[in-house]
């Protein structure tokens, strides 16, 4: 593991951005009928979001719990909720969510 001293901590820290995580439940609708077109669109938003830089990370959560996916967004929490309320999966009832705000380091990313 590195060695990071208080200097090199402190001149990172100062570099850090703030970002807006969402965790994204199952809804009371998840299981309605005609749910997959509703998801379908839902991720063909996010792969929109994520072009046009907004939503930097989407992880679908592929476990049992109520937990569906969690989302980075590059963006406040006043914009972040918004862009969600308009999701189509929000909006029918599938998902509902949180958002937190967060900071990391701008450039992190996952690996290849």
């Known amino acids: 593991m590195a060695t990071i001293t208080d200097e090199q901590m402190r001149a990172q820290l100062s570099t850090t951005k703030t970002y807006t995580v969402v ?7 998840r299981r ?4 997959d077109s509703i998801l379908w669109e839902h991720g063909r938003r996010n792969f929109s979001l994520r072009a046009d830089g907004l939503l930097s990370v989407v992880l679908p959560v592929m476990d049992e ?3 569906s996916g969690i989302g980075i967004f590059n963006l406040d929490v006043d914009e972040t909720i918004k862009i969600m309320d ?26 290849a």
């Open 86 to 111: 308009d999701d189509p999966g929000v909006k029918a009832g599938v998902f509902v969510y949180e958002v937190h705000p967060a900071r990391s380091f701008p450039g992190d990313a996952l690996p």
């Open 65 to 67: 719990t109520e937990v």
């Open 32 to 35: 309605m009928e005609g749910v």
């Open 23 to 29: 965790i994204l439940k199952a809804g009371p609708n």
